[in-house]
């Protein structure tokens, strides 16, 4: 594979320092945070999808960010594996949410267990799509995982 290298700057990024970011436990629709913010008064902090289960939530000023980040921390505590204030030097590895579709699984195979573990292969494993003791069709089945791999996804393995 060919390797490229990119010069870049962190200009105009002022704003993450008034920024938390949120590692949520599942797959959420930004919708959700903003309505979940609103719910405990905080409904002009700004929220972004921030990629895979990221939100990034950014206050007016880092004053307020301040005399709020333990509300968020107990409010988002049960839904999030970490609430992490911006500091200059922090790594987050990246991940993205993704919908698998598994092809050619053999009818002796099929069952959740199986599915799970082709879904594990990419990552964790959030859920898998419909009943799989009652599917529409054996042609496929899809699994959703979290990743941290960003290359596509097209793998048949080597009989």
């Not at 105009?12 to 405990?40: M, P, T, V």
């Not at 698998?100 to 195979?109: D, Q, R």
């Not at 799509?129 to 048949?156: H, W």
Request: proline residues 3%.
């Amino acid at each position: 594979k060919a390797s490229m290298t990119v010069k870049a700057n962190e200009d105009c990024h002022g704003w993450l320092y008034e920024s938390i970011i949120i590692r949520l436990i599942s797959d959420f629709s930004i919708n959700s945070i903003r309505s979940a913010l609103k719910d405990i008064g905080l409904d002009q902090v700004v929220a972004w999808q921030g990629g895979g289960r990221d939100a990034i939530l950014t206050f007016k000023s880092r004053e307020e960010l301040k005399s709020n980040i333990q509300k968020i921390k107990d409010w988002f505590k049960d839904w999030s594996q970490f609430v992490l204030e911006w500091r200059p030097g922090i790594q987050i590895v990246q991940e993205r949410c993704v919908w698998l579709k598994c092809h050619g699984i053999p009818l002796n195979l099929w069952n959740k267990s199986n599915i799970n573990n082709i879904g594990a292969l990419w990552g964790i494993v959030l859920q898998l799509e419909g009943d799989l003791s009652q599917p529409k069709s054996f042609a496929y089945s899809r699994v959703q995982v979290v990743t941290t791999c960003m290359e596509f996804i097209n793998v048949t393995p080597s009989k």
